[in-house]
T-cell receptor
């Protein structure tokens, strides 16, 4: 199956700092990438969808100025949590969907555990 | 908009017994249906999908699922459960015309030795 990586796998930061999470599709070109947030024992909540080279589309209630998404290439998307606060602590998962035969399946990264002190 | 229901929060089975994890969906167009598994502190692993064709879909680790259009269901099954199958399972649906995938709330499967 396709491989999606995320870095870092976990991060602890102080309140007020910014954190960048990288998501890479390692063996396919991802025309669309998705960012999800998951709270303990809950399902995935879609935060935003991004297509390579264009601005991300954010779900209702997700602050685009707080969660900055960049999808600069077909293999890389980044999520930056700006001025993080303890309530931003969560498990963030990226997902990628590609082209030519991989366009119907989303593949997920291993997730990033963010803890804001 | 599409939606998914997983009616059971928890499913418990004994090792060696068959298992079923239920999923029903709602979508206005033709559905793309998926099952994913999540182990603790990990991302989601793709198990199988239904796009078109045969209603019975076989996937990874011996899992299979049956697409039932009249009942709008896509239940996940395995003939003989393993303790290592214990995990959180998510059903997901996407309208084939749409970018947006919706996930069910998840079902925690526990297989006891």
């Amino acid at each position: 199956g396709a491989v999606v990586s995320q870095h870092p796998s976990w991060v602890i930061c102080k309140s007020g700092t910014s954190v960048k999470i990288e998501c890479r599709s390692l063996d396919f070109q991802a025309t669309t990438m998705f960012w999800y947030r998951q709270f303990p024992k809950q399902s995935l909540m879609l935060m935003a969808t991004s297509n390579e080279g264009s601005k991300a589309t954010y779900e209702q209630g997700v602050e685009k100025d707080k969660f900055l998404i960049n999808h600069a290439s077909l293999t890389l998307s980044t999520l930056t949590v700006t001025s993080a606060h303890p309530e931003d602590s969560s498990f963030y998962i990226c997902s990628a969907r590609g082209q030519r035969g991989r366009s119907d399946t989303q593949y997920f990264g291993p997730g990033t555990r963010l803890t804001v002190l | 908009a599409q939606s998914v229901a997983q009616p059971e929060d928890q499913v418990n089975v004994a090792e060696g017994n068959p298992l079923t994890v239920k999923c029903t969906y709602s979508v206005s167009g033709n559905p793309y249906l998926f099952w994913y598994v999540q182990y603790p502190n990990r991302g989601l692993q793709f198990l199988l999908k239904y796009i078109t064709g045969d209603n019975l879909v076989k996937g990874s680790y011996g899992f299979e699922a049956e697409f039932n259009k009249s009942q709008t269901s896509f239940h996940l099954k395995k003939p003989s459960a393993l303790v290592s199958d214990s995990a959180l399972y998510f059903c997901a649906v996407r309208d084939m015309r749409d970018n947006d995938m919706r996930f069910g709330a998840g079902t925690r499967l526990t297989v006891k030795p």
